[in-house]
T-cell receptor
Framework: QKEVEQNSGPLSVPEGAIASLNCTYS??????FFWYRQYSGKSPELIMS????GDKEDGRFTAQLNKASQYVSLLIRDSQPSDSATYLC?????????????FGAGTRLAVHP | EAGVAQSPRYKIIEKRQSVAFWCNPI?????LYWYQQILGQGPKLLIQ????????DSQLPKDRFSAERLKGVDSTLKIQPAKLEDSAVYLC??????????????FGPGTRLTVT
Protein backbone atom coordinates (compact mmCIF):
# COMPACT_ATOMS: atom_id res chain seq x y z
CA GLN A 1 0.00 0.00 0.00
CA LYS A 2 1.37 3.41 -0.99
CA GLU A 3 1.87 5.69 1.99
CA VAL A 4 0.67 8.85 0.22
CA GLU A 5 -1.72 8.54 -2.68
CA GLN A 6 -2.76 11.10 -5.23
CA ASN A 7 -4.68 10.87 -8.46
CA SER A 8 -2.10 11.33 -11.20
CA GLY A 9 -4.48 13.32 -13.41
CA PRO A 10 -4.35 15.27 -15.52
CA LEU A 11 -7.03 17.32 -13.85
CA SER A 12 -8.29 19.74 -16.45
CA VAL A 13 -10.23 22.84 -15.36
CA PRO A 14 -11.25 26.00 -17.20
CA GLU A 15 -9.72 29.31 -16.28
CA GLY A 16 -11.54 30.90 -13.36
CA ALA A 17 -12.86 27.63 -11.97
CA ILE A 18 -12.01 25.94 -8.66
CA ALA A 19 -9.45 23.15 -8.88
CA SER A 20 -9.71 20.48 -6.19
CA LEU A 21 -6.73 18.24 -5.51
CA ASN A 22 -6.93 15.34 -3.10
CA CYS A 23 -4.46 13.24 -1.18
CA THR A 24 -4.85 10.29 1.20
CA TYR A 25 -2.25 8.91 3.56
CA SER A 26 -1.86 5.65 5.43
CA UNK A 27 -0.08 6.57 8.68
CA UNK A 28 -2.66 7.62 11.25
CA UNK A 29 0.04 9.22 13.39
CA UNK A 30 1.00 11.72 10.70
CA UNK A 31 1.50 15.18 12.14
CA UNK A 32 2.03 17.70 9.37
CA PHE A 33 1.02 18.04 5.78
CA PHE A 34 2.35 20.07 2.90
CA TRP A 35 1.47 20.96 -0.66
CA TYR A 36 4.21 21.66 -3.15
CA ARG A 37 3.85 22.95 -6.68
CA GLN A 38 6.28 21.69 -9.30
CA TYR A 39 6.49 23.19 -12.76
CA SER A 40 7.91 21.00 -15.50
CA GLY A 41 11.69 20.87 -15.23
CA LYS A 42 11.72 22.81 -11.96
CA SER A 43 12.07 21.86 -8.30
CA PRO A 44 9.15 21.64 -5.83
CA GLU A 45 7.97 24.94 -4.36
CA LEU A 46 6.16 24.99 -1.01
CA ILE A 47 2.74 26.60 -1.26
CA MET A 48 0.85 25.43 1.82
CA SER A 49 1.38 23.71 5.14
CA UNK A 50 -1.34 22.50 7.50
CA UNK A 51 -1.08 20.89 10.91
CA UNK A 52 -4.61 20.92 12.40
CA UNK A 53 -7.96 19.62 11.27
CA GLY A 54 -10.00 22.08 9.28
CA ASP A 55 -9.26 24.67 6.64
CA LYS A 56 -6.32 26.98 6.13
CA GLU A 57 -6.53 29.73 3.57
CA ASP A 58 -3.74 31.65 1.87
CA GLY A 59 -4.81 33.86 -1.01
CA ARG A 60 -6.40 31.70 -3.69
CA PHE A 61 -5.28 28.51 -1.98
CA THR A 62 -7.15 26.60 0.74
CA ALA A 63 -5.78 23.47 2.36
CA GLN A 64 -8.21 21.14 4.12
CA LEU A 65 -7.24 18.44 6.58
CA ASN A 66 -9.33 15.61 8.00
CA LYS A 67 -7.17 13.37 10.17
CA ALA A 68 -10.03 11.00 11.01
CA SER A 69 -10.50 10.22 7.33
CA GLN A 70 -6.78 10.53 6.59
CA TYR A 71 -7.11 12.91 3.73
CA VAL A 72 -5.83 16.33 2.87
CA SER A 73 -6.95 18.47 -0.04
CA LEU A 74 -5.96 21.64 -1.81
CA LEU A 75 -8.44 23.99 -3.41
CA ILE A 76 -7.31 26.58 -5.91
CA ARG A 77 -9.88 29.29 -6.53
CA ASP A 78 -10.02 31.38 -9.69
CA SER A 79 -7.60 29.00 -11.42
CA GLN A 80 -5.18 30.59 -13.86
CA PRO A 81 -3.18 29.05 -16.70
CA SER A 82 -0.07 29.81 -14.61
CA ASP A 83 -1.38 27.32 -12.03
CA SER A 84 -0.80 24.52 -14.53
CA ALA A 85 1.77 22.31 -12.82
CA THR A 86 2.12 19.11 -10.84
CA TYR A 87 0.97 19.39 -7.24
CA LEU A 88 2.76 17.18 -4.74
CA CYS A 89 1.25 16.20 -1.43
CA UNK A 90 3.80 15.52 1.32
CA UNK A 91 3.16 14.02 4.73
CA UNK A 92 5.30 13.86 7.83
CA UNK A 93 4.59 10.42 9.27
CA UNK A 94 5.56 11.58 12.74
CA UNK A 95 7.54 8.53 13.76
CA UNK A 96 10.84 9.19 15.53
CA UNK A 97 10.27 12.91 15.82
CA UNK A 98 12.20 13.64 12.66
CA UNK A 99 11.05 15.96 9.91
CA UNK A 100 10.85 13.20 7.30
CA UNK A 101 8.49 13.80 4.40
CA UNK A 102 6.77 11.14 2.33
CA PHE A 103 5.65 12.45 -1.05
CA GLY A 104 2.86 11.34 -3.30
CA ALA A 105 3.51 11.00 -7.00
CA GLY A 106 1.66 14.23 -7.70
CA THR A 107 -1.44 15.35 -9.56
CA ARG A 108 -0.96 17.17 -12.83
CA LEU A 109 -3.25 20.19 -13.15
CA ALA A 110 -4.00 21.77 -16.51
CA VAL A 111 -5.88 25.07 -16.54
CA HIS A 112 -7.14 25.94 -20.00
CA PRO A 113 -8.19 29.43 -21.12
CA GLU B 1 17.27 35.60 1.81
CA ALA B 2 19.22 33.34 -0.52
CA GLY B 3 17.68 29.97 -1.25
CA VAL B 4 19.20 26.51 -1.38
CA ALA B 5 22.07 26.37 -3.86
CA GLN B 6 23.03 23.28 -5.83
CA SER B 7 25.62 22.46 -8.44
CA PRO B 8 26.00 21.30 -11.09
CA ARG B 9 22.56 21.73 -12.62
CA TYR B 10 23.06 19.02 -15.20
CA LYS B 11 25.40 16.07 -15.46
CA ILE B 12 25.77 13.32 -18.03
CA ILE B 13 28.00 10.36 -17.23
CA GLU B 14 28.49 6.81 -18.41
CA LYS B 15 27.54 3.87 -16.22
CA ARG B 16 30.19 2.80 -13.76
CA GLN B 17 31.58 6.35 -13.58
CA SER B 18 31.42 8.42 -10.42
CA VAL B 19 29.67 11.75 -9.84
CA ALA B 20 29.34 14.24 -7.01
CA PHE B 21 26.70 16.84 -6.25
CA TRP B 22 27.06 19.84 -3.98
CA CYS B 23 24.47 21.65 -1.87
CA ASN B 24 24.52 24.77 0.26
CA PRO B 25 21.40 25.19 2.43
CA ILE B 26 19.57 28.34 3.43
CA UNK B 27 21.65 30.24 5.98
CA UNK B 28 20.83 29.17 9.51
CA UNK B 29 19.08 25.95 8.53
CA UNK B 30 20.35 23.09 10.66
CA UNK B 31 18.71 20.29 8.71
CA LEU B 32 19.68 19.26 5.20
CA TYR B 33 18.03 16.61 3.04
CA TRP B 34 18.95 14.86 -0.18
CA TYR B 35 16.09 13.52 -2.30
CA GLN B 36 15.99 11.52 -5.51
CA GLN B 37 13.16 12.24 -7.92
CA ILE B 38 12.66 9.84 -10.79
CA LEU B 39 10.53 11.09 -13.68
CA GLY B 40 6.83 10.77 -12.89
CA GLN B 41 7.38 10.13 -9.19
CA GLY B 42 7.50 12.22 -6.07
CA PRO B 43 10.82 12.94 -4.35
CA LYS B 44 12.20 10.13 -2.23
CA LEU B 45 14.38 10.91 0.77
CA LEU B 46 17.89 9.50 0.51
CA ILE B 47 19.55 11.00 3.57
CA GLN B 48 18.87 13.61 6.23
CA UNK B 49 21.44 15.52 8.27
CA UNK B 50 20.92 17.45 11.48
CA UNK B 51 23.96 19.76 11.62
CA UNK B 52 26.77 17.36 10.68
CA UNK B 53 25.13 14.19 11.96
CA UNK B 54 23.01 11.71 10.00
CA UNK B 55 19.49 11.24 11.38
CA UNK B 56 18.04 9.09 8.57
CA ASP B 57 19.81 7.22 5.78
CA SER B 58 17.51 4.23 5.63
CA GLN B 59 16.82 4.61 1.90
CA LEU B 60 20.35 5.44 0.81
CA PRO B 61 21.89 2.64 -1.34
CA LYS B 62 25.02 2.56 0.72
CA ASP B 63 26.91 0.25 -1.61
CA ARG B 64 27.16 3.07 -4.16
CA PHE B 65 25.88 6.28 -2.58
CA SER B 66 27.61 8.32 0.09
CA ALA B 67 27.02 11.74 1.56
CA GLU B 68 28.71 14.02 4.01
CA ARG B 69 28.15 17.33 5.73
CA LEU B 70 31.45 17.81 7.49
CA LYS B 71 31.09 21.32 8.92
CA GLY B 72 27.33 21.31 9.35
CA VAL B 73 26.73 23.65 6.44
CA ASP B 74 27.20 22.50 2.86
CA SER B 75 26.96 18.89 1.78
CA THR B 76 28.16 16.55 -0.95
CA LEU B 77 26.34 13.52 -2.34
CA LYS B 78 28.41 11.01 -4.31
CA ILE B 79 27.52 8.07 -6.50
CA GLN B 80 30.18 5.51 -7.32
CA PRO B 81 29.76 3.55 -9.54
CA ALA B 82 26.67 4.92 -11.27
CA LYS B 83 24.01 2.68 -12.77
CA LEU B 84 21.48 3.43 -15.46
CA GLU B 85 18.69 3.46 -12.87
CA ASP B 86 20.38 6.36 -11.05
CA SER B 87 19.19 8.70 -13.81
CA ALA B 88 17.03 11.16 -11.90
CA VAL B 89 16.91 14.64 -10.45
CA TYR B 90 18.78 14.97 -7.17
CA LEU B 91 17.19 17.56 -4.95
CA CYS B 92 18.64 19.16 -1.88
CA UNK B 93 16.34 20.72 0.70
CA UNK B 94 16.80 22.41 4.05
CA UNK B 95 14.75 23.32 7.09
CA UNK B 96 15.35 25.20 10.33
CA UNK B 97 15.23 22.07 12.43
CA UNK B 98 14.16 18.45 12.16
CA UNK B 99 12.16 17.83 15.30
CA UNK B 100 8.43 17.29 15.60
CA UNK B 101 7.78 17.79 11.91
CA UNK B 102 6.89 21.42 12.27
CA UNK B 103 9.55 22.90 10.07
CA UNK B 104 8.95 23.47 6.41
CA UNK B 105 11.42 22.17 3.84
CA UNK B 106 12.66 24.34 0.99
CA PHE B 107 14.18 22.86 -2.13
CA GLY B 108 17.10 23.85 -4.29
CA PRO B 109 16.92 23.82 -8.10
CA GLY B 110 18.16 20.22 -8.34
CA THR B 111 20.76 18.40 -10.39
CA ARG B 112 19.53 16.41 -13.37
CA LEU B 113 21.69 13.30 -13.76
CA THR B 114 21.66 11.21 -16.91
CA VAL B 115 23.55 7.93 -16.87
CA THR B 116 24.20 6.44 -20.33
Amino acid sequence: QKEVEQNSGPLSVPEGAIASLNCTYSDRGSQSFFWYRQYSGKSPELIMSIYSNGDKEDGRFTAQLNKASQYVSLLIRDSQPSDSATYLCAVNPGSGGYNKLIFGAGTRLAVHP
Amino acid sequence: EAGVAQSPRYKIIEKRQSVAFWCNPISGHATLYWYQQILGQGPKLLIQFQNNGVVDDSQLPKDRFSAERLKGVDSTLKIQPAKLEDSAVYLCASSLEAWQGLYEQYFGPGTRLTVT
